[in-house]
């Protein structure tokens, strides 16, 4: 079981340009969230998808957005990049209704410039 | 809004020591997580509490979930360097993970 993966790893971008970050969940799991983790502090909930559909949002503007496909994957989509979007971005997978918890992927770090 | 507040926010013990992380809210939450987190991974899922006054054990971790579901503890035992880390709860609202601030331990040898 190769668990959660995301791509890329790492990734540095210039302030206003669009980025998308990668995610394939653990097997057997159909729900996968978002977060965003800065330094020093615990992850926040960007927002949620399951079956193919977006079920919940935090606090975060419309330049944040996702898909997510049949297959479970999902991409997560920042657009007009701030210096402040520099962060570890985390993707987790569970499985509905399920109180087994959420897995993490070893995250992407966005640097902006 | 639910907020998760843990305490102490940074531990520098040493090596065999005990010690005890609290994570508190005045919000009910339908499960809780704690996660270890190493510089630049991913959280690692340790536990899931999911009924008020559950005892877990792992090792030499104990993990709580408050009466009202609305706290929890991890206590470690003998702490070792490997033990070093970002540890953070998380509680589940609606299917979502509400995450303390974390705490910071550091074990030395």
């Known amino acids: 079981d190769a668990g959660v993966t995301q791509s890329p790893t790492h990734l540095i971008k210039t302030r206003g340009q669009q980025v998308t970050l990668r995610c394939s969940p653990k097997s057997g799991h159909d729900t996968v969230s978002w977060y965003q983790q800065a330094l020093g502090q615990g992850p926040q909930f960007i927002f949620q998808y399951y079956e193919e559909e977006e079920r919940q949002r935090g606090n975060f503007p419309d330049r944040f957005s996702g898909h997510q496909f049949p297959n479970y994957s999902s991409e997560l ?9 520099s962060a570890l971005y985390l993707c987790a997978s569970s499985r509905a209704r399920s109180s087994l918890g959420a897995f993490f992927g070893q995250g992407t770090r966005l640097t902006v410039v | 809004t639910q907020l998760l507040e843990q305490s102490p926010q940074f531990l520098s013990i040493q090596e065999g020591e005990n010690l005890t992380v609290y994570c508190n ?3 009910v939450f339908s499960s809780l997580q704690w996660y270890r987190q190493e510089p630049g991974e991913g959280p690692v899922l340790l536990v899931t509490v999911v009924t008020g006054g559950e005892v877990k054990k792992l090792k030499r971790l104990t993990f709580q979930f408050g009466d009202a579901r609305k706290d929890s503890s991890l206590h470690i035992t003998a702490a070792q360097p490997g033990d070093t880390g970002l540890y953070l709860c998380a509680g589940t609202v609606t299917g979502k993970l509400i995450f303390g601030q974390g705490t910071t331990l550091q074990v030395k040898p």
């Not at chain 1, 920042?78 to 402040?84: D, I």
């Open chain 2, 25 to 27: 809210s005045s919000s």
């Open chain 1, 77 to 85: 989509n920042v657009n007009a990049l701030l210096l402040g979007d």
